[in-house]
Every structure is written in C-alpha cells, then in structure tokens.
C-alpha cells in the first residue's frame, strides 16, 4: 500500500458529497484516508455522518472571528492539525480568502454543480433550464483564487429531460456528484492527478480545459 494520503473534508450542510467519500473508501485498496470533518455550522449533519463512521470533527463558528482572514487563519491550523495532504470542499458554503486558497495551491479540491465554465455561481440548475440546454452535469476542479475558476480534473454529464425542473434535475446531478468526486479523491491519493504549471494533469498528461469527461 502507497503512503497514506490525509484527506480533510470541509462542509456547512448534510454531507451528502461527504458520504459518498466515507462509501467510497470501505474495503477500498486506495491510499486516501479521511483524517478529519470540518465545519462552520454546528447542526451540519454531515458531522454526524463523519462521527458515526468514526472520523475525527472540528467547529469552526465563522461568526466568532472578526473577520474572513481570522476565521480562515484558524481553519488554516485546524486543517494542519491533521497533517492534510488534500483539502475537499464538500458543500463548505464559505468565501475563501487568497491566503487560505494559496496555502493549499495544488492540494484543495471543490466539486461544483455545473459543467464549468458554465454557471459559476449559484442556482446552476435553473440557469441550465432557463438557457435551454440539453446536458448538465457536475465538475471536480483544483481550487484557485478565481471563484469556480481552478482547472478542471473531472466532469459528468447528464441529458437534460423536457419535463426536467430544477429539482429533479439536481437529484440526477447529485447521482453524478457522489461518482466524481471519490474518483477524484482516489486519483490525487495514488499520485496520478496534480495540478502543474500548465494546468491538471492526470498520470503526467495534460488534462483538456474540460477535464477528465466521466460517461456512465
């Protein structure tokens, strides 16, 4: 087995995304382990899913700190506490300020709802709807001081149906989510994806501008 890879998750919500990594790693022979569960609110469930599947968690009242560098300063110690070697932003619905992307260069991860560069940002369902496309999907992309604007390592896309709504469209894009983003976690730990000079690269190859595409 490869050294370990600490992986510290950071969330605000349920945890969905994080569940799916939790799954993703039982009776798997990769090196990413789940070292820690961060978050900014007290009742996200997902500390429950971290605890119940016995992962340490932490935290961390925003609304303690003065402002965005103080709060992103602690969770900057929080993180190197456990000795990360990958930062995963699973639903962490905070604003990160350029230290704190900066001090992760090339080891902080976000999936976001939307086959970026399309619909940075949130409702990325309904603005899909209402421009009338006919897929959707989701990406996993290396984070940058550029707001859903870091190189893409993988994306999934999906049909978009005619009696498709924003919420029946989330649900399917979630089913892709829960996918990508443990496929995207297991190749950073095994040392096959990395972010370089030019862009993402995957097994020392450079990935296209749309990253890895994931069809099922």
């Not at 999936?111 to 709807?129: C, D, M």
Request: with cysteine; glycine share 8%.
């Amino acid at each position: 087995m490869s050294t370990p890879c600490n992986v510290v998750v950071l969330i605000s919500g349920s945890g969905s995304n994080l569940q799916a990594l939790i799954d993703s790693l039982a009776g798997a022979d990769t090196p990413a382990v789940i070292r820690a569960v961060i978050s900014n609110r007290a009742d996200a469930y997902g500390l429950e899913r971290a605890r119940q599947a016995g992962i340490e968690t932490r935290f961390l009242d925003h609304k303690s700190y003065a402002d965005r560098e103080s709060f992103d300063a602690a969770l900057i110690q929080a993180i190197d506490g456990f000795n990360a070697d990958l930062v995963l932003l699973a639903g962490f619905m905070r604003i990160l300020s350029a230290d704190f992307v900066r001090h992760y260069q090339g080891r902080l991860l976000n999936i976001h709802p939307s086959l970026l560069p399309k619909y940075k940002g949130l409702h990325t369902h309904q603005r899909a709807l209402e421009a009338g496309d006919a897929e959707h999907g989701c990406s996993v992309h290396f984070v940058t001081e550029e707001l859903d604007g870091g190189p893409l390592v993988v994306q999934a896309a999906i049909p978009v149906e005619s009696d498709d709504t924003p919420e029946t469209l989330a649900q399917r894009v979630h089913v892709q989510e829960h996918v990508i983003y443990p496929l995207a976690m297991r190749w950073f730990a095994e040392g096959r994806v990395r972010l370089g000079e030019q862009g993402a690269t995957l097994d020392g190859e450079l990935l296209p501008a749309s990253g890895h595409s994931y069809r099922t």
